[in-house]
């Protein structure tokens, strides 16, 4: 193996690399040839295990993506001898092999199966898409078996989704997710975000102006329990565990999940906001349902600002209020102490990734303050 630095010229490590993959494709077609007969002599049923998927996987202690992969080679390769003899001499990837006996299955013709290797494998996997057959039965099962699970972890700290939706319907929520994506400028300062990460940002986003719509709809008086475009939310403090974790533990919604101190500073941002202080399980002071912005006060900053004020941000997504001093930290709710961002500078930059308002930047000309981060944990600690 080569030292890391040694010196060596790239084309030298690049012509390695692909080495090492014809290797990888010689290997899996040995695999899938001793799969094919050990599958033709049922060994998962002699075995006792589910399937010869699960057997694979178990054996080979692989995924079962990757067991799937390789019996699906064993399976359709005696049928595309040419495809079979290349990637036994490691002269086609595992994945651009299965691409092709794919595309010849779906009843490409002949050259075309032969144009696609100057197809990437991608362009491949489209062009295996344009001759499948979709019939109406297969589409009316997928679409029976359309479904979104979300579920909480024990604490309801952290929500998991998946699921699997019918082509067009999951184009649609792509399309929407990314759309709205698109319209969140980027962190302050370089900090990258993923498109999986602004897909969940999105996804909040556009949740939130359904409950936005439904809560306009439902009540046009402000004393309602609904005030304006945000639920009333009671949060319950265990004073004394609050205490002693700087409020890193002890509060939680009602019939909700656990927050946190970033959590709690944002619905005291955002919301009609009742706490209720717990001592030993019994409550021993409750707040009256207020607003943590009045409205007035609220529409005059918007007013005055008449959008985000975050230095370069055109937005006027979800334009709201911020404290500049923090609520929790004593700041209060004079206009000078106030200033109007956009969801995502305040949602995602501020009470998501922990940046601050610079208050010594102009009113509307904001610079954010990237939150101070501790030293990297030394190598090979917990």
Known sequence: MLAPTTDVPLDTLEQELIACEALVSRARSRQAELLR??????????DGSRSMLDWTAARLDVSHDTARQILEIARRLP??????????????????ALATARLAAAGATGDLVADSAGYDLQGVRRLVARHRRYTRAEEEGIFRDRYV????NLDGTVWRLW???LGDGGSVVETALVERGDRFRGLPQTVATSQGERNADALVAIAQDALDSSAVNATTSPDADTVGRTPVVTVFVDAAIAASTQGEAGAE????????PETLKRILCDGAVQLVGLDRGRPVVATATTRAIPPAISRFVSWRDAGCT???????????????REHTSGGDHDPENLTTLCWYHHHVAIHGNGFRVDPDSPPHQRRLIAPKRGPDPPAGSA
């Open 149 to 152: 699970v979300m579920q909480p």
């Open 253 to 260: 919604i009602a019939f909700g999940p656990r927050v946190g």
């Open 79 to 96: 049928d595309h001898q040419a495809i079979a003899a290349r990637l036994e001499t490691g002269g086609m990837t595992v994945d651009r």
């Open 37 to 46: 007969i050990l599958d033709g002599a049922q060994v998962d049923a002699t």
């Open 310 to 324: 975050v230095a370069g941000c055109p937005s006027r997504y979800r334009l709201q209020p911020h404290h500049i």
């Open 163 to 165: 699921g699997q939706l």
